[in-house]
């Protein structure tokens, strides 16, 4: 298996050659940043034309056709569009936190994106608490959703603001405790190590029946967690016109379009890492040859497919189902799905402990 | 019909009939009360749905006429006329507390013509803004522009409201009221706002995600049609019914054909009638897919809103061949139809029929079958029966609370005696049993259209009609079912081209009397739902 790992250590050693340590950390630094800043964009203006694409062929439609051939440099336009729109300002609005809410949600999610591992040796941010770290980043985006919704001072934005305050704070739960169920079964939070340890076989197929369960799980309280249909009632277009972002114009408008995109590649990216092991290509235990031939796709190939994957999934399930209401919601979170996730962590571990698995 | 002179000669001595097409009582302001509610209990009479109320300036006198049928007595209906002298300060007992589709009746006659309902409990404008000046449809009405010019300040939100209460000595007085409360969290749903279908505009007090109470504030798009229709002849008046309910523009202006027809005591040729009727159920299928569709738009799901939108495009298809036009068809005229049907009509509708159960089957696998739609639409905006009946919510929303009061059926017109169509009943009284009522609907309207698309007989499509149109002196009232419910026409004329009155009695415009009620204790969300399941086209509210 290719790894990545050499070709950054070559280039660090070759930036070593003529800038002193300091310098070549800072170097490093610049480079990365503008990296995952412009990976970000490519991703995000990516999901904007794949769920176009793919909800336009639920729909028996054809979706944007017109800018370019089948419509791929629409996203472009439309991203030009939305950068030389006028950011309108709003009389009565708290100025200073309406300002500051598009960037909190939008720096916790380039965040996560830096933890992700994208390939073998293509990681930026590789903590021992990895796991615990993202868990802790993607909280933050709650409180610039929370902060757009108050400081608008509109009613609309508000009430979106409110539900999107009890629900992403009740699914929080099962997303942490499908999470920890894994985590029981790795042993560790490292992100690095976690897909390692599937070298012999993903999670989902370990931890057999635990795990399936945890994946479901995972996948309902992510959707709730990226305020995606069924659960997109904080923006709930035709009760609240935008929710918590109907006063936002221009490009601050834009950062929570993005950053919306880009947590569903987040979600569906610590999905695959948890579950689908990561870069890992598929490895059948003692098939050699056949686990050969999957080594000889390159990691990052195997990383994003099973992400896009994901966030296919995620994306059917939003053009299909209809939205919940409020109370449905965090009746379902906190009398069945939290209980289920607990009860499945209990199995987890039983199974770990007598060594009920692969 | 004799009886019913009896009775009320009994209860009401001084009142006078008059034989028309139906029986029409005339009695005075004072006896009215106690003949409404004499009217709605007595045994034996038990009028209990008011279908319309028409306010009226006859020059020297106001007047209000109000149409009750009795569902009972073989849903009979007689008109109740009762002129107010008083030009200055007309007044009349209310009887919202009998009918309560007479709340929001009275207060759009109050709107029209200042006369003042005594008792009611809210008596303001209904249609036009607090501060116009004046009564628009009385007959001495100034149109001076410079009395209400176009306003360049915004409306001020007016939580006033006033109710005319009279004391033991008859003496009347105006007591004030609030709407809303100070402390109270009053948020806009509309007018502009994706889920209201329109510019419709709610009020709404909440509590939370608990809604308290919820304001109806209509006019915005009210276009004065009744009166525009006073200084027209009657051709002309007839492009304004596909103009109301849009989605019933077939079945509307067949009402108003029907009307004016019946008063020129014209036949019409069978050929137009078999195609009118097969426009009219073609109508009612676009509809009921648009309302399907919109439901599930409303709910969030947005694929079952095109897959909605597919097959409503054939019918749009198959009006666009015949009519010309896919919206405003502008396909019925006085006498008959306006032009023959296209070649491939006949083709085209049988290929209708032959594709619609298997789409209705997909619709309920993809929407109504969804977990989540059920939990969304059951049990939500209960409407009992009675409370059907006393709001006269017709149609299939009606039908939804298991009220059968299909006009198809009841007051039967045109060739439907002689078609076979089942009237669906559900009796869930909820959002559900609603939306399930307009999907078993297409499949009666696809079973009407399969007994006449080989029938279409051969012959004129239109009646020799005079150039000039002319109506004899009185009153005639048609109702038909539209597709959102009863659709009624009433036309005075007094002799000439132009009509004297004309009176639209349109289906939505009861369907928004009872938001507030149904959408009590409910939560934001549930508005859109009962909105979405109750489906009223804002056009027709506000005329």
Same mark, same amino acid.
């Given at each position: 298996m290719f790894n990545f790992g050499i070709w950054t250590s070559e280039f660090n050693n070759f930036l070593l050659g003529f800038l002193p340590e300091w310098l070549t950390v800072v170097v490093e630094c610049v480079l990365i940043a503008v990296l995952v800043l412009l990976t970000y964009t490519v991703l995000a203006l990516f999901y904007i034309l794949y769920e176009r694409k793919l909800c336009a062929w639920f729909q028996c439609r054809l979706g944007p056709m017109r800018v370019g051939k089948w419509g791929l440099l629409q996203v472009f336009a439309d991203m030009f569009k939305i950068l030389i729109k006028e950011l309108i300002s709003l009389k009565d609005t708290d100025r200073f936190l309406f300002k500051l809410a598009p960037y909190i949600i939008i720096t916790s999610s380039v965040v996560m994106l830096a933890c992700l591992p994208w390939g073998n040796g293509l990681q930026i941010i590789d903590y021992n608490i990895g796991i615990f770290f993202i868990l802790a980043v993607s909280s933050i985006g709650v409180l610039g959703i929370l902060l757009a919704g108050w400081s608008s001072n509109n009613k609309y934005t508000l009430i979106g603001a409110m539900r999107s305050g009890a629900q992403m704070i009740s699914y929080e739960i099962s997303l942490g405790l499908a999470m920890i169920t894994i985590i029981v079964l790795a042993g560790t939070m490292n992100i690095n190590q976690l897909v390692w340890e599937q070298d012999s076989a993903w999670f989902i197929f370990r931890g057999h029946i635990p795990a399936i369960i945890a994946f479901l799980i995972y996948i309902v309280a992510a959707t709730a967690e990226t305020n995606r249909g069924p659960f997109d009632l904080p923006e709930a277009e035709h009760e609240?016109?935008?929710?918590?972002?109907?006063?936002y114009s221009g490009i601050h408008f834009g950062f929570f379009y993005l950053a919306e995109y880009l947590n569903l590649f987040i979600v569906s990216g610590i999905a695959s890492l948890m579950f689908l092991g990561g870069w890992m290509p598929f490895h059948i235990p003692g098939w050699d040859g056949f686990n050969h031939v999957m080594d000889w796709i390159p990691s990052i190939v195997w990383f994003l497919g099973k992400s896009f994957f994901i966030s296919y999934i995620i994306i059917w399930f939003k053009w299909t189902f209809p939205r919940v209401r409020i109370d449905q919601m965090l009746a379902f979170e906190w009398k069945y799905l939290m209980p289920l996730s607990l009860l499945n962590l209990v199995l987890m571990a039983v199974c770990v402990a007598l060594g009920w698995h692969f | 019909m004799s009886d019913i002179k009896e009775k009320i000669s009994q209860i009401c001595p001084s009142a006078t009939f008059t034989e028309g097409e139906t029986l029409m009582v005339t009695v005075e302001e004072k006896d009215w009360y106690p003949l409404a509610k004499a009217l709605k209990e007595t045994k034996g009479l038990e009028?209990?749905? #008011?279908?319309a109320v028409v306010g009226m300036d006859w020059k020297d006198s106001f007047g209000v006429i109000y149409y009750l049928t009795s569902t009972s007595r073989n849903w009979e209906i007689i008109g109740i006329k009762i002129p107010i002298p008083d030009r200055k300060d007309p007044m009349i007992h209310s009887v919202s507390d009998l009918w309560k589709v007479c709340n929001f009746q009275e207060r759009e006659v109050y709107d029209f013509y200042g006369i003042k309902f005594i008792n009611h409990p809210d008596m303001r404008r209904f249609? &036009?803004?607090?501060? +116009?000046? *004046?009564?628009? &449809?009385?007959?001495?009405?100034?149109?001076?522009p410079k009395l209400n010019p176009v306003p360049t300040e915004d409306e001020k939100n007016e939580d006033d409201t006033v109710t005319y209460v009279e004391d033991e000595k008859g003496k009347v007085k105006a007591v004030k009221g609030k709407v809303f409360g100070a402390d109270e969290y009053v948020v806009n749903i509309g007018p502009q706002h994706p889920s209201t279908h329109g510019v419709m505009r709610f009020r709404v007090s909440i509590d939370g995600e608990n809604i308290k109470k919820l304001d109806v504030v209509s *006019?915005?798009?009210?276009?004065g049609i009744e009166k525009l229709s006073e200084s027209l002849t009657y051709p002309q008046i007839l492009h304004f019914t596909d103009r109301m309910d849009y989605m019933s523009a077939h079945q509307n202006r067949h009402c108003l054909c029907m009307c004016i027809e019946k008063a020129m005591g014209l036949v019409v040729p069978r050929r137009a009638e078999v195609i009118r009727v097969m426009m009219d159920e073609l109508m009612r299928i676009s509809s009921h897919l648009l309302a399907f569709g919109c439901t599930a738009m409303d709910l969030g799901a947005t694929t079952a809103f095109f897959y909605g939108f597919r097959e409503r495009e054939m019918i749009l298809d198959i009006f666009e061949k015949t009519c010309g036009a896919r919206m405003s068809m502008n396909y019925n005229v006085i006498g008959g139809v306006i032009a023959d049907i296209h070649p491939d009509f006949v083709k085209d509708v049988k290929e209708l029929i032959r594709i619609m159960p298997d789409r209705l089957k997909e619709y309920h696998k993809v929407f109504s079958g969804n977990i989540i739609a059920m939990n969304r639409l059951k049990g939500v905006g209960i409407l009992p029966k009675k409370d059907a009946i006393n709001y006269c919510i017709t149609g299939p929303s009606g039908r939804g609370s298991? +009220?059968? #009061?299909?006009c198809r059926k009841k007051h039967p017109y045109s060739i439907y005696p002689e078609l076979k169509f089942d009237e669906v009943l559900l009796d869930g009284c909820d959002s559900y049993s609603r939306y399930m009522v307009r999907m078993k609907e297409i499949e009666q309207s696809c079973r009407i259209l399969e007994q006449l698309v080989d029938q279409i007989p051969e012959g004129d499509i239109r009646a020799q009609v005079p150039k000039i149109v002319k109506l004899p002196v009185g009153c005639w009232y048609q109702q038909v079912e539209a597709s959102r419910g009863t659709f009624g026409v009433y036309i005075e004329s007094d002799g000439t081209k132009n009509p004297y009155r004309v009176h639209f009695q349109s289906p939505c415009f009861n369907l928004v009397g009872v938001m507030d009620l149904t959408t009590r204790g409910h939560m934001i969300a549930d508005v859109i739902t009962i909105c979405a399941a109750l489906d009223f086209v804002i056009p027709d509210i506000d005329r």
């Open positions: 609240l016109v935008a929710g918590y972002h109907t006063e | 009028f209990d749905v #008011c279908s249609f &036009l803004r607090n501060d +116009w000046k *004046g009564h628009p &449809l009385r007959k001495d009405y100034d149109a001076d *006019g915005y798009i009210h276009r298991d +009220w059968s #009061c299909d």
